[in-house]
């Protein structure tokens, strides 16, 4: 009986198209021009002959397949046909490896001639692209033989790890079952734990694959000392304090990963890697090490918005991240809207304001943030001037749980249709639980993210109390291979309970709807009670709902259907009595940033004069 070692490769990454439209210095669409600027370039066809191959694994073949994926593509001199060839050879066997396929023979020909064969500087006619031939003896599927585990590995079960005898031998299986005893005996406080030994052995009698693994947990031990490097202006202290690797706790590397996470969420830095020690120190503990390396501080940008309803918006900000070497952030920034939508500049929506947020204040897990802010809106239920100061401490309970508490004051001088003009003072503490288990913030393909918040007020200049309580919901679900589907529902409610009538509420605080951030298809604020002379008045309660299907066409396009649907009435609680339904279809271009939006909405229950349809432009999913 023959045996013959065999080695394990891990499968290739398949080629992405190139692009030619660039933004930002990524290309979006069209073919890229640069490709063919290559020294000495030399064109080939490929011929891949697959008739012996079953479907799956043909494509697993054609998609590892350098040659393939690059034909339209020149290489550079004869010799470049050659190295891609060879290179292509690996790829096709460790692909084969990976299907348990240890016998199969790949062959591959350069103008009729094997590859081996070739000299070691070939010279090819550039009359005509040169032929490469694939051709692919794929062998027998091999099965699990013998499985035998060493050292601290020998009280796991193998068939926990997918090892069992007549399984699967895939390559990657093999590969993920050592990585993953490894991964678990860290996950029990063992920081030294490595693989000692992987050895696969194929007999091609048998068609069986034996495996032995050793893994060597090593001693459990807790976290030791934390050093810090590569900081420049970051204060190292704050570093360590806000990573929140505490001495003594248990190793654990989740808790490394949440400090890395932790420590990039604050943009100060380019890069953050842990690293651990490869030997325990006197005491028995583990040291760490958290390398940095720090961005750029300041940062100024733009941004721009479009609907057909309100218009173009602009806005800009500077700021400022590390203002005292504690990743303590400053932010400046104004804004100007429904540019287009009216013709007069005293009519136009401004908004300016600057924001401090202060990192690990009070608690290694507390932001501090306060913030100035100055508006003056006009949309059409009212127009509006206001000044308001905040601050507050939001609090991490855990990775998904955070609550916030603060105070507000807020002076606003507004008119409206329904009431006349008005000036309030209004003193306000904010409240707010959030739970977010969304495994993507910008596009999210599982989770939910819930909110509940609070904001008891004192109008002091007329003396009314009153106090506005809102919730809300999403959830998403992908579905099918990579998630090429993905459901996406929101539900929003809000209630102003108190004060007499609701004109001794400011305007801005009163309930509306519509427009591109909660029923599309209606102008912004359009949803509304409205008086006997058709004026809005604005709500004390409301409801709104969204349904999308995020399709995704290509990597980067995307097709969302959408139904969007709000109430606002003038009691405490809704009623339904008005309910406004609006729907339509949006297009979305994925970016690294966030997917870029594109939606048109129609109302399915029109207002009076009211709007007909609208087209929303922007940066990220609706919810």
Wanted: hydrophobic share 35%.
């Amino acid at each position: 009986m023959a045996a013959v070692a065999a080695a394990l490769a891990l499968g290739p990454v398949c080629a992405q198209n190139a692009f030619a439209f660039k933004l930002f210095g990524m290309r979006l669409w069209g073919e890229d021009e640069t490709a063919d600027q290559v020294s000495d370039p030399v064109h080939y066809t490929v011929d891949f002959k697959a008739d012996n191959l079953d479907k799956d694994l043909k494509d697993a073949l054609s998609e590892s397949s350098m040659l393939v994926s690059d034909e339209k593509k020149p290489v550079s001199g004869d010799l470049g046909v050659v190295v891609k060839a060879r290179d292509d050879r690996d790829r096709l066997i460790a692909t084969l490896y990976e299907k348990a396929r240890y016998g199969g023979v790949v062959t591959i020909t350069v103008n009729g001639t094997p590859l081996d064969a070739l000299p070691p500087t070939p010279t090819f006619s550039r009359a005509k692209p040169v032929a490469v031939t694939i051709s692919v003896d794929p062998g027998p599927v091999f099965k699990l033989g013998r499985i035998n585990l060493l050292g601290d590995a020998a009280r796991l079960d193998p068939a926990n790890y997918g090892l069992v005898r007549g399984g699967d031998a895939g390559s990657l299986t093999i590969l993920k079952a050592g990585d993953k005893m490894v991964a678990d005996f860290k996950n029990e406080g063992h920081p030294l734990a490595k693989l000692d030994k992987r050895d696969v052995v194929a007999d091609h009698a048998s068609n069986t694959v034996d495996v032995s693994l050793q893994v060597e947990s090593g001693p459990v031990a807790p976290f030791g000392n934390v050093g810090v490097t590569g900081q420049k202006s970051v204060d190292p202290d704050f570093i360590k304090r806000y990573a929140r690797i505490n001495e003594g706790k248990p190793y654990s590397p989740d808790e490394l990963k949440k400090a890395s996470d932790r420590l990039r969420k604050l943009g100060v830095f380019s890069s953050v890697t842990i690293r651990e020690a490869n030997k325990l120190a006197p005491d028995g503990s583990i040291p760490t090490t958290i390398e940095v390396s720090e961005g750029k501080q300041r940062f100024f940008g733009a941004g721009a918005q479009y609907s057909t309803i309100d218009g173009f918006g602009l806005s800009g900000y500077w700021g400022h991240r590390n203002l005292t070497g504690r990743a303590d952030s400053l932010r400046i920034e104004g804004s100007v809207s429904r540019i287009g939508e009216t013709t007069d500049v005293g009519k136009l929506d401004y908004t300016a304001g600057i924001t401090y947020v202060r990192p690990a204040t009070f608690y290694p897990s507390a932001t501090f943030t306060a913030a100035l802010k100055m508006q003056s809106l006009h949309p059409d239920a009212y127009d509006a001037d206001t000044v308001t100061a905040s601050g507050g401490l939001a609090y991490e309970i855990n990775d998904q749980d955070t609550v916030s508490a603060g105070g507000e004051v807020s002076y606003e001088r507004d008119t409206t249709d329904a009431f006349g003009k008005h000036n309030y003072l209004t003193i306000a503490i904010p409240l707010e639980y959030v739970r977010d288990t969304r495994d993507n913030k910008l596009d999210p393909t599982e989770g939910y993210r819930a909110s509940i918040s609070a904001k008891p007020s004192y109008e002091a200049m007329g003396g009314s109390i009153f106090s506005s309580f809102e919730g809300s919901i999403s959830g998403y679900k992908g579905v099918g291979a990579n998630n090429n589907v993905v459901f996406a529902g929101k539900l929003s409610a809000g209630t102003l309970l108190g004060a007499n009538s609701i004109d001794d509420i400011p305007a801005t605080r009163r309930f509306y709807a519509g427009g591109g951030g909660s029923v599309r298809g209606y102008s912004y604020q359009e949803i509304s009670p409205y008086n006997s002379n058709g004026d809005e008045t604005g709500g004390r309660s409301y409801v709104t709902a969204s349904f999308e299907a995020r399709v995704k066409i290509t990597d980067t396009i995307g097709v969302v259907p959408f139904v969007d649907m709000g109430s606002v009435t003038d009691t405490a609680f809704p009623d339904f009595s008005d309910l406004r339904i609006g729907a339509g279809v949006g297009l979305r271009y994925a970016t690294p940033f966030g997917p870029i939006r594109l939606d048109v909405a129609v109302p399915l229950k029109k207002y009076d004069n009211g709007t007909s349809y609208g087209i929303y432009a922007g940066i990220g999913q609706a919810f």
